[in-house]
Each structure stands twice: as structure tokens, then as C-alpha cells.
């Protein structure tokens, strides 16, 4: 089984107690193998707290992270409007409408990185910290990305070869651009509700 990274759409912040909150409200939105993109850390990033995990209900440490969706929604379409690259619009526009259909602007983003951190070896509540701090921390990050994706000289090779479109996408495809489904392979409604 991949580790994955999980993004889902809450209309309430996890609290510490898992029976007080309903698991049906909350919507799948996009998840990823071995990786926590940049794209879901910009989403949770307005107001970003921990919370209690919605998957992994028996942690007693809060590892996921949760931030208001309108910003966060909002947040990620200033994002997208300074990236320079071929290929941003329709991943784009994809993002942004799905989002927009999926998401209720007045709720929340939770991001689910339980499986992620414990590939690590440090304590999962210390590597969740640390996460929100690079999370509250993320222009620096933010410019890093627009910096990389900013156009550059093709070499001999790239103007004698067409480069394929998976390729030309694959930088964004990388900042998490590309994944939204409503179906994930863990929900909390149907999570193992136990840390591995």
C-alpha cells in the first residue's frame, strides 16, 4: 500500500473528541502518493491549526491540519495566476472548478498526513508541529515554486525533440495540480479508525 497524503473538505475543524463529529459531512477532495504537495498546504493555510485526524481517530496526537476554505480556495487562485507555463491553464481551471463545486467556501480544509509522517522517525505529533510551522511559513515556498516552474532556455536536445504532454506537466503535476476525485482511498466514515 502507497502512503498517501489525504485533502477533504469539512464544514467543521476535527475536535479531540471523534464522536462529536459527524464523518458523513466531510467530503473527499484529492489525495496523494508519498508526498504532501505544495497545493494542499496552500489550501489549509488560512488560519492552518492541527486537529485530531478523521482517518486515525486513535492517535492521541493531533496530526492533520486544517484551514478555512474560502482563503484557502482563494489563496491557491492568486498561486496559479503567477505561474508562467504552458500547460497551467487547464490544470488550472480544472483545480479551481472542482474545488468550487466540491468545497463549501464558509467550512474547512483538512489535510490528512498521518501515513506520511510515519514513514519518519520522528514522533508523529513532532512532525505534524513542524509541518504547521512550514505551512504558516509557505511564501518563501510559494515564490520557490514560481521561481522553478518560470520559463528557461530550451537546451539542443528540447528544440530538436517535442517533449510530451506528460512531461511538460509533470513539474505541476508535482505542486498536486491534477489529483481531485471525491473518492479517496481512506474517507472517515470508512477508515480503519487505527494507525496502521
Not at 507555463?85 to 498521518?114: K, T
Request: hydrophobic share 40%.
Amino acid at each position: 500500500m502507497a502512503n498517501r497524503s489525504y485533502l477533504f473538505a469539512s464544514p467543521f475543524v476535527p475536535g479531540p473528541d471523534p464522536a462529536k463529529d459527524d464523518p458523513r459531512q466531510v467530503k473527499g477532495i484529492s489525495e496523494r502518493n508519498y508526498d504532501i504537495p505544495l497545493v494542499y498546504q496552500l489550501l489549509v493555510s488560512a488560519d492552518v491549526q492541527l486537529c485530531r485526524s478523521t482517518i486515525w481517530t486513535r492517535l492521541e496526537e493531533p496530526t492533520a491540519l486544517a484551514g478555512r476554505a474560502g482563503a484557502g480556495i482563494d489563496r491557491l487562485q492568486r498561486f496559479l495566476a503567477r505561474i508562467d507555463h504552458p500547460s497551467v491553464g487547464p490544470l488550472r481551471d480544472e483545480a479551481l472548478g472542482f474545488l468550487n463545486r466540491h468545497a463549501d467556501r464558509n467550512g474547512y480544509f483538512v489535510l490528512e498526513c498521518a501515513e506520511i509522517l510515519d514513514m519518519g522517525d520522528e514522533p508523529l505529533g513532532e512532525q505534524a508541529a513542524s509541518l504547521l510551522r512550514d505551512v504558516q511559513d509557505i511564501d518563501a515556498e510559494i515564490e520557490a515554486a514560481i521561481a522553478r516552474l518560470a520559463p528557461k532556455k530550451k537546451n539542443f536536445w528540447e528544440r530538436i525533440f517535442t517533449p510530451s504532454q506528460e512531461s511538460i506537466e509533470a513539474p505541476l503535476r508535482e505542486l498536486g495540480l491534477g489529483y481531485w476525485s471525491d473518492t479517496l482511498y481512506y474517507a472517515p466514515n470508512d477508515a480503519p479508525n487505527d494507525a496502521n
